[in-house]
């Protein structure tokens, strides 16, 4: 295992231990929003039966499964502005072009404003 999945592990299990110490008083509920791209639904929780993933297929049951999202350009780049700012291929150039669009914002960014510790490791 290389020092950056160890140190990414290690960021992931500080995030979660404090994020629950957040939400202990009942305020506002913790959120864990995991987006993986190119991954397709290949998981058992999306009902894919040659795919063993217990522990993804328990956070699952225990969460909010987003099962549709759609996108207008089959590439990984418009995928990801779409699904954190909502906005159309069109709106963002089909790429990271969402930065210059007046007034938009992304999911993160909202969850920062509303006072929630936020991080993010990866593309996303």
Not at 22 to 35: E, M
Not at 44 to 51: H, S, V
Request: glycine share 10%; proline share 4%; hydrophobic share 45%.
């Amino acid at each position: 295992m290389s020092l950056k999945h160890i140190l990414s592990f290690v960021l992931f299990g500080t995030i979660a231990s404090s994020s629950s110490v957040l939400a202990a008083d009942g305020a506002r509920p913790n959120v864990l929003f995991i987006a993986i791209d190119d991954l397709r639904s290949q998981l058992g929780c999306y009902g894919d039966p040659r795919m063993i993933t217990p522990n993804i297929d328990r956070l699952a049951e225990s969460g909010v499964l987003f099962e549709q999202h759609y996108v207008s350009q089959p590439i990984c780049v418009a995928s990801r502005a779409a699904l954190l700012t909502s906005l159309r291929a069109e709106r963002t150039k089909g790429n990271a072009g969402w930065a210059k669009v007046p007034g938009v914002q992304t999911i993160g960014r909202t969850f920062g404003d509303s006072g929630y510790f936020t991080a993010a490791l990866g593309k996303i």
